[in-house]
């Protein structure tokens, strides 16, 4: 009999060696979407901050998904979502999506937001479906016809 894959989001470093190609692998997939510069990578460095918390997803050991948030004064940021080609379509980034909300909730966050791009379809599907509105700019971003800024109240 075939055993079912264990699926685990735990806290994780983005520098691990297993965890960096995924992050490298996500650079590339918005290179290939905004091939004009327009959205700027996050450093490992970056993600390494004490106000940031990583989160991979392993399917047996392996890294599948990560995404991070990034806390500041008054609202949480999630980073870095990004999901395997491969694993597309089982609903893992939903699945990502809601730990990382998880992590915000039990580290006391009530206010979540997020920034995407236009090309990134599945991603606003994805964040409509999971309560998440059209918002100003905030933070470092500015107004970007590429971008789209969300947010979602944990309140």
């Excluded at 735990?10 to 959205?39: C, F, K, R, S």
């Excluded at 870095?80 to 379509?89: K, Q, S, T």
């Amino acid at each position: 009999m075939l055993k079912a894959p264990a699926l685990r989001f735990d806290i994780d470093d983005p520098a691990a060696p297993d965890v960096a190609p995924l992050l490298h692998e996500l650079d590339g997939y918005l290179a290939e979407l905004y091939p004009t510069g327009n959205i700027q990578p996050v450093s490992v460095q970056a993600l390494k901050q004490p106000n940031v918390t990583f989160l991979a997803a392993r399917v047996d050991g392996r890294p599948v998904a990560c995404g991070a948030c990034v806390w500041h004064e008054d609202y949480v940021e999630v980073k870095r979502m990004y999901v395997l080609p491969a694993c597309r379509g089982l609903g893992l980034g939903k699945q990502l999506l809601e730990a990382l909300e998880r992590e915000v909730a039990r580290a006391g966050g009530k206010l979540i937001r997020l920034e995407t791009g236009t090309a990134q379809a599945e991603a606003l599907e994805l964040y409509g479906r999971a309560g998440y509105r059209r918002c100003a700019p905030f933070g470092e971003h500015r107004a970007n016809p590429l971008s789209i800024c969300m947010e979602k109240s944990l309140a």
